[in-house]
């Protein structure tokens, strides 16, 4: 039987719609903004520059109630096994639960055996983290470590990355470095600087399995022990749900800090994966940026669903993909610590929306998850936003911006900075949803002194369509709470998402074949006569690879190396 389609139920609003602009939604209602914004939660978000009407967002409210999404997402806090591929719950939400952070009364949270076994595994990692800041885990010669290495990648990396950045301010703890590619590069730059004598390395793999990871881990532990030699257990931590092959590796049970399999990958910065960044803002600020998640988790499990903010947030989502027919999302926080977080964001969404079989195996009957990509603001301005403004396809747009930045160079100096930052903003929203026209280009030319053939030659280039859509989320300052409440925002937006979609979000069988087929390259690569079944482009490239003239040196004869 063929599933609905989330685009057939909206096409009616969509066609409607697609003939008025933005301007004229915004003319026909001065109460726009009150209607389409919501400020709880510590956020505000303003959804009045998206491209919908009353009637569209109630057909969205809809499609929300058919899909069962308030069943859908108790299932998920209360860890009904949800990812069934994996055949796992799905309790991330749970990682950020007891110790002081306030929680409703009453059932609606996971098993309490789960919350159990969470908190004391974070009282170890968080206790050993105030030790590293202490100095009471110190280096192999008893001084304090200076610095320390995280090695992973993926969820292991991007979310303590990110986070630490996000941060800056308040990391007050050894510096923190991440490695995470395999390309020998990112280790040899980022330990360059670093005295493996007051280093201390921590391995994060989920798995403890993935390729890079391990390959990055082995040089970084031969990189320590020409230094400290057999003392370098103790230069070495690991976060993993694999306890056997921490071991294997030689990594002491003491110093391994673990999770469990229903903590998925990119959901796992809330586990021991934040230690690197537990070291470097330290305990109160960890558990402060877990309450503020957890607050934003409350918000989820009980707003109404048209007062829900990651509702809101997936709704939009589903009318940008299904109802505009959407591909492209940019995410631009207006705040250069959140520089990572477009990345962050990518592996959230895509990974988890990135799916093209329902949760029974069946063809999705709509298009999935948008092609996430981003960069803080203003910079993306100088270099992308042209095509945002101007370019044949639409790019709907989030932007993210704080009432206050944190810290100034110069006293005084902070609130002219914060002032450009918030105008080019608004700025930058204004101009994607109302344009200029032709003819208030011409005006404004002609009011500049253009001569008529200038105004002639250059007004069509000077013109902005508009009607290009955008949401704008607002919160106070970015600290520690602010940051768990945006992430959990934006984790269940994309689970919203899912819900409507019919797809499990928390699997990712995708990423598998690629790493499978390098596996069966490697080996060509050292002989190439083991190339012998690959296709005919893959053999060009290991012959072209394994030759000893630089590939730069061609003489231009147009040999294709075939021969
Ligand atoms: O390749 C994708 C992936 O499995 C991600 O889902 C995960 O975050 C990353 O690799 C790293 O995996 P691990 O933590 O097991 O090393």
Known sequence: MRVPSLADALSAHAARLAAT???????????????????TAGLLIDWSKEKLDEEAWQALLDLAKAADLEQAR??????????STEGRAVLHTALRTGDGISSPKGGGWAPAAVRQEISDERDRF?????????????ACDGAPFTDVVNIGIGGSDLGPAMASRALAPFCDGPNVHFIANVDGADAVDTLRSLDPARTLVLVASKTFTTLETLTNSRSVRAWLEASVGEKVGSHLAALSTNLDATTAFGIAPERVFCFWDYVG???????????????????TRFMEMLAGAHALDVHFAQAPLDANLPVILGLIGIWRRNGMGLSAHAVIPYEERLARFPAYLQQLDMESNGKAVRRDGTPVSDRTGMLVFGEPGTNAQHSFFQLCHQGT???????????HSVGELVEGRGAEHHRNLVANA?????????GR?????????ETEGASGSEVAALSAHKSFPGDRPSTTILYDQLD?????????????????????????????????LGKVMAKSITPALDDPHKAGAFDASTKGLIAALSQDADIGASDGSGDRGDG
């Not at 968080?126 to 110190?138: D, I, P």
């Not at 396809?393 to 009432?403: C, E, F, T």
């Not at 945006?486 to 979000?505: D, M, P, Q, R, T």
Request: net charge negative; proline share 2%; aromatic share 10%.
């Open 437 to 445: 026209t032709q003819s208030e280009t011409r005006e404004q030319m």
């Open 265 to 283: 990958g990119r959901y796992s910065l809330w586990s021991a994966i934040g230690l690197a960044l537990a070291i470097a803002i330290g305990r």
């Open 74 to 83: 108790d299932a998920m806090l209360t860890g009904e096994p949800i990812n």
């Open 126 to 138: 968080l206790a050993f983290a105030e030790q590293v800041r202490e100095g009471a885990v110190a």
């Open 480 to 512: 520690p709470a602010t940051l768990g409440r945006l992430i959990a925002l934006y984790e269940h937006k994309v689970f919203v998402e899912s819900v409507l979609w019919g797809i499990n979000a928390f699997d990712q069988w995708g990423v598998e």
């Open 426 to 434: 608004l700025a930058q929203t204004r101009a994607l949803a109302f």
């Open 21 to 39: 602009h933005l301007r004229t939604l915004f003319s026909q209602d001065v109460h726009r903004f009150e209607r389409f914004s919501c400020q």
């Open 393 to 403: 396809d639409i790019v709907a747009m989030d932007v993210l911006l704080g009432r």
